[in-house]
């Protein structure tokens, strides 16, 4: 596990400084403080920074194939590449380390640009071909791990975090406002736009050819299953399937050369890969967040930890989550790299830096609910498909009428998905799915902006997104019910939110997360599953009843009883309570003059409504928040002194053709 950065000129003759891809290296340091490597000859400069997990002693990056022709720096791990590299050196390929890194280059070698399908694993990768004179990028199927790219006349840069590329001067930090936009709408900014016009994410399941002289060419390399035309036959016993399944992956996620912990919510996801390492005959240490303060009995689901943890004979350490919220918002938003208003980010950051005190590597249930269907819009989206036979009259009179819907006091967001349901119309199936995932609507948000601001947003940059991401397959033409649901968000929220939440902030502290639900054995096997089995029929169906069903031998019952509530915190109540002066502070309508992004009048009122409990404007607030805290540190704060030759944002940037 490790950070990743570089950069190649165009003009063969211009010399890369050194001390630029070493600061892009320190701005990484987090992901990996065990060592430091750096390749720089002529116009060309990779740099790494290393976490060591596999080959403690002889993983050393960069890594060079046998002529010293080819060169890669690597993050992430690759579960399969000790089958991989026997395969290899059967073949005549000689290696000088024991690690995973090794084994992709020699792939490439082999297989060029193709070499990715061959790796089971979380990955961003950047090879350099001295004599192809071309970079070859590439990203795991899912975005586990992550992949910035900026492209320009000068040539190109590439880094794991944006801190990397803005420490070295290498963005102009302009302002993406159709990206930002899609953030005030969903709460994070959609692949492969950045909040910086100049920058941009290598998207899940693609790979970059850069070569001088000629464009950066991008290409899918793995399709998502999305119907059962490949899938194996159905099984007597989908239940046992879906345990054996998950085993099998569980398994393939333990290989590590330094101990594995455990996250454990309490929650279904979470408590079946604690009950599979335990079946793989680890010893799970795993670790739980207990709340203090403002609504900590809500997020509570520390007994059901306790109990999951004595029926497999597992280690628990309960985590008590005392914060001074104060004190660690802003670093976490400067771990975030972009604007995220995700409500776990505080209790992901504060379980991650106990856990990485002790561990390297630990294992998550993240994906769970994207492969079994865990949230409530999975079966929102197939109600759509039956309210939007309804009389269009008949809909936009119900719609007109929620609107009237009063608030509830305890602050909770069922009336506001509610709202979003009823308002839903007989649009296409990534319209209704955005209908369902937004925070604002377009009126609401152009209502948000400053006026000189508003005419220049579009509005509907989320909207075009979901539209490719769903017609990416065969036009999205035999995409539907659960299945479209579930893809949607294996294609947007997962790598976008989750994903890239999990991963900045388990990596700020030096911690590797792994998550066996996002395996793409596991997904191939288990997403063609029949909706019917996964969540029953109409009218009784039912979140994750497939794995609810799976887990029934291996849970403690109380897990079946007690309510679904996301590894969260208690944001509301924080907000009007240990959060609230940070809040009114940033939010203040002197700072909105001075940014001139946002109408202060607007703001004021969502945050008198929040306040005095009259309407929960919490998911809005903190998209706000978190925009303003980090525009403070990316944007308002000082630019890292240039380096001569090197300051290069300047130089008109220009997006990569293909994207």
Request: contains cysteine; glycine residues 8%; hydrophobic residues 40%.
């Amino acid at each position: 596990m490790c950070g990743i950065a570089g950069l190649v000129y165009q003009d063969r003759e211009r010399p890369v400084p050194a001390d630029l891809i070493r600061r892009m290296c320190t701005a990484l340091r987090h992901r990996g403080p065990d060592d430091e490597g750096l390749h720089v000859r002529g116009a060309v400069g990779l740099g790494m920074r290393r976490l060591s997990i596999i080959d403690l002693s002889g993983g050393q990056q960069p890594i060079f194939n046998e002529d010293g022709s080819k060169v890669i720096v690597f993050n992430g791990e690759i579960y399969n590449y000790g089958e991989l590299r026997r395969g290899l050196v059967t073949r005549g390929h000689s290696f000088r380390s024991s690690g995973d890194t090794e084994t992709i280059l020699h792939l490439y070698e082999e297989q060029g640009i193709d070499c990715v399908s061959s790796l089971r694993g979380m990955f961003a990768c950047a090879i350099w071909d001295e004599r192809a004179d071309s970079l070859f990028l590439a990203r795991d199927r899912f975005g586990i791990k992550p992949l910035y790219v900026v492209t320009a006349p000068w040539g190109i840069a590439f880094a794991s975090e944006l801190k990397a590329l803005h420490a070295a001067g290498l963005t102009s930090r302009e302002l993406d406002w159709e990206a930002l936009d899609s953030f005030f709408q969903l709460g994070y900014l959609p692949a492969p736009r950045t909040p910086f016009l100049d920058v941009r994410k290598l998207e899940p399941g693609h790979t970059l050819l850069w070569r001088r002289g000629g464009d950066a060419q991008t290409r899918r390399y793995w399709h998502f299953p999305l119907d059962d035309r490949n899938a194996p036959p159905p099984s007597p016993d989908p239940e046992a399937r879906v345990r054996a399944c998950l085993d099998e992956a569980v398994g393939a996620h333990l290989v590590s050369d330094v101990p594995v912990a455990a996250f454990l919510s309490g929650g279904l996801d979470s408590s079946a890969v604690v009950t599979s390492m335990a079946a793989a005959g680890e010893v799970p240490h795993a670790f739980t967040a207990r709340y203090s303060g403002s609504g900590a009995a809500a997020a509570d689901e520390t007994e059901l930890a306790r109990a999951l943890a004595a029926q497999h004979g597992a280690k628990l350490s309960v985590i008590d989550i005392r914060p001074d919220l104060q004190d660690i918002f802003e670093p976490i938003v400067h771990a975030l790299d972009e604007p995220h208003a995700d409500d776990s980010a505080i209790p992901t950051w504060l379980l991650s830096q106990a856990v990485g005190s002790q561990y390297k590597v630990a294992l998550t249930g993240i994906g769970g609910d994207e492969l079994f269907a865990g949230y409530r819009r999975h079966i929102g989206l197939l109600a759509t498909e039956y309210y939007a036979r309804l009389p269009a009259r008949l809909r936009h009179f119900v719609g007109g009428l929620s609107r009237w819907i009063p608030e509830p006091k305890d602050g909770a967001l069922g009336v506001d998905r509610l709202k979003r349901f009823l308002h839903t119309g007989n649009g296409t199936i990534p319209d209704r799915f955005l209908g369902l995932m937004s925070r604002l609507s377009e009126a609401e948000r152009l209502a948000l902006y400053a006026p000189n601001l508003r005419t220049h947003i579009s509005g509907r940059a989320a909207a075009a997104r979901f539209r490719d991401v769903f017609a990416a397959y065969d036009g999205g033409s035999h995409v539907s019910g659960l299945a479209a649901g579930l893809y949607m968000d294996y294609a947007t929220f997962l790598p976008d939110d989750i994903l890239a939440l999990s991963d900045r902030l388990s990596m700020a502290h030096s911690l590797e997360i792994r998550v066996p639900f996002v395996d793409h054995i596991l997904v191939e096997a288990a997403f063609p599953i029949p909706q019917h089995v996964k969540i029953g029929r109409l009218p009784l169906w039912e979140n994750k009843r497939l794995l609810r069903r799976a887990l029934r031998p291996r849970l403690p019952a109380a897990h079946f009883r007690a309510p679904k509530r996301g590894f969260v915190g208690p944001t509301a109540a924080w907000m009007r309570n240990e959060l609230r002066s940070l809040l009114t502070d940033e939010l203040s309508a002197s700072r909105q003059r001075r940014l001139g992004y946002f109408d202060p009048a607007t703001v004021e009122t969502l945050l008198r409504e929040h306040l005095t409990g009259r309407q929960n404007q919490e998911r809005i607030l903190l998209a706000l928040l978190c925009f303003s805290t980090w525009h403070r540190l990316f944007v308002e704060g000082v630019s890292p002194p240039a380096q001569s030759g090197s300051t290069l944002a300047s130089q008109s940037p220009k997006h990569l053709s293909a994207w």
